[in-house]
């Protein structure tokens, strides 16, 4: 839809059925009249509905609750109008309709799709392309009609859909074959955290996520910054005191700081710490014991001083002498470590890393949750100067994490070509298919068995960047486009 487009009237629906259709959880609505495909309007929210009936039974359980709480929203006197919507299909149905059926795709009970039959003898089901106005649109008008023209008419310029082209073809393909739900399950959980999104980001995330996954919203899963953990970017400043902007503070406590700093990060990587080990005038900065031992000691300053690697061999034999010598030890701190202190840790077995490079991989981590792997991450602990081992480590995960990126992005490039050439509306392809993609454009090429591993991988529940249908043997699996993975 290229050209702009005059909205002068407004259909009147339940301010339910509109909040359900701006968060994707319906494509379709119930008119009390036939309407022609391609007729454009705004959605006005009402608190009428088309039965007389009570909430409870007329939704079906998963959107009473947003019903309920949608209609005591609704001012009678002054309305705000969100959306406008394009009829794409009304069908007619009538009593041979099987309404059991009917009720599992839609968000209406069985009892009220009976009793539409009953008031009317025929269900309007209207097929409703749904896209956001650029302002709202304030009315105060109140009516009994079912659509109403705008005192204020605006132009949309460039539409934005609720859903792209192919979620929507696919939204549609589903409701015309009556095909339930696909997650029920998540669909429970869905609403029963959507009172919670507004006071708890972390229930806002998980909601958008579940939406994009269950197909209510074609949105990229873009992740926002964690307000908790803005901590993160002062890592390499706490440990740098040449970069450090507070020059008030004084070394004990910029010392204290970066311990804390640094406990944090490598909580947040997975070690599990032993907070009887705080640090302090003779004390060791830090013992991690799972999943294995790792001994530190922190330097804040602008250079790590010559006997560190004596002060925690010292340390770390005196604390714990039957751990120590099998366990990782590990230095942090600014600066390049002198001939002196590097010969030091060498012989004790001993990794030195930068602040900036324990950033760098608790970003990573923050970013990608679970994508350093702590054993793997032992072996890049090579005794002395560690930061390039590190970086070679982060690059290797971030070279992965593409991969996978790019797997998913030819599935959801052939979803798209198939739905232009054939308008399928929910294809799956074989693994050969998608390795024939991807192989035409990237490097370096794979085979079938590489790429079988990988779709399993991010069709796992756990993932859950793409479908899997199984078939009789791992070469006739199909795979097909769920939500993109971006990379940070």
């Known amino acids: 839809m290229s050209e702009s487009v005059l909205i002068d009237q407004a259909i009147c629906l339940p301010a339910q059925e509109v909040e359900a259709l701006i968060k994707g959880q319906t494509i379709a609505t119930i008119p009390r009249m036939f309407i022609d495909p391609g007729r454009q309007f705004a959605l006005y929210p009402t608190n009428t509905s088309t039965l007389s009936l009570p909430l409870e039974p007329y939704y079906n359980a998963n959107l009473q609750k947003i019903a309920v709480n949608n209609v005591a929203r609704v001012n009678s006197e002054r309305v705000l109008i969100k959306v406008w919507a394009k009829c794409e299909l009304c069908q007619i149905l009538d009593d041979t309709e099987p309404l059991d059926v009917l009720s599992k795709s839609t968000i209406w009970s069985k009892e009220a799709l009976k009793e539409v039959l009953l008031q009317y003898h025929y269900i309007f089901l209207a097929y409703l392309r749904v896209y956001e106005l650029d302002k709202p649109i304030e009315v105060s008008i109140t009516s009994t009609s079912q659509f109403i023209p705008l005192s204020q008419p605006t132009i949309v310029i460039e ?265 399928a509306t929910h294809p799956s392809f074989t693994v050969t298919e998608i390795r024939v993609h991807y192989n035409a454009t990237h490097n370096p090429r794979l085979n079938d068995e590489v790429v079988h591993d990988l779709l399993i991988e991010l069709s796992s529940p756990l993932t859950g960047y793409l479908g899997r249908i199984k078939g009789s043997n791992w070469n006739s699996d199909r795979f097909y486009f769920l939500r993109d993975l971006l990379v940070n």
């Not at 944090?264 to 003779?282: P, R, V």
């Not at 714990?320 to 002198?338: C, N």
Request: with cysteine.
């Open 159 to 423: 539409p934005k859909p609720v859903f792209n082209d192919r979620t929507f073809a696919q939204r549609k393909h589903q409701l015309e074959n009556r095909q339930p739900p696909l997650h029920p399950q998540l669909e429970e959980l869905q609403s029963a955290i959507a009172s919670l999104t507004i006071s708890q980001p972390a229930a806002k995330q998980l909601d958008d996520d579940i939406k994009v996954f269950l197909g209510w919203s074609s949105d990229k899963l873009i992740k926002l910054p964690d307000p908790d953990l803005a901590w993160i970017n002062d890592i390499a400043k706490l440990g740098d005191r040449s970069i450090e902007q507070d020059d008030k503070k004084t070394n004990y406590q910029a010392g204290t700081d970066f311990e804390n700093v640094v406990r944090d990060s490598l909580e947040l990587l997975g070690f599990t710490i032993d907070y009887a080990h705080k640090g302090g005038a003779g004390g060791l900065d830090l013992f991690c014991s799972k999943p294995y031992p790792l001994f530190g000691e922190c330097k804040a300053g602008r250079k790590i001083p010559n006997d560190t690697a004596v002060q925690l061999l010292n340390l770390g034999m005196l604390r714990r002498p039957d751990l120590f010598s099998q366990a990782a030890k590990l230095i942090i701190g600014p600066g390049e470590p002198t001939t002196q202190l590097q010969d030091a840790a060498k012989i004790q077995g001993m990794a030195i890393i930068k602040p900036e490079t324990l950033q760098k991989l608790v970003k990573l981590q923050s970013n990608h949750c679970n994508s350093v792997d702590l054993f793997k991450l032992k072996e890049y602990l090579k005794a002395g100067q560690s930061d390039e081992e590190i970086e070679k480590y982060i690059d290797q995960i971030y070279t992965d994490i593409n991969l996978r990126s790019q797997i998913i992005t030819a599935v959801k490039e052939l979803s798209e070509q198939d739905n232009e050439t054939a308008k």
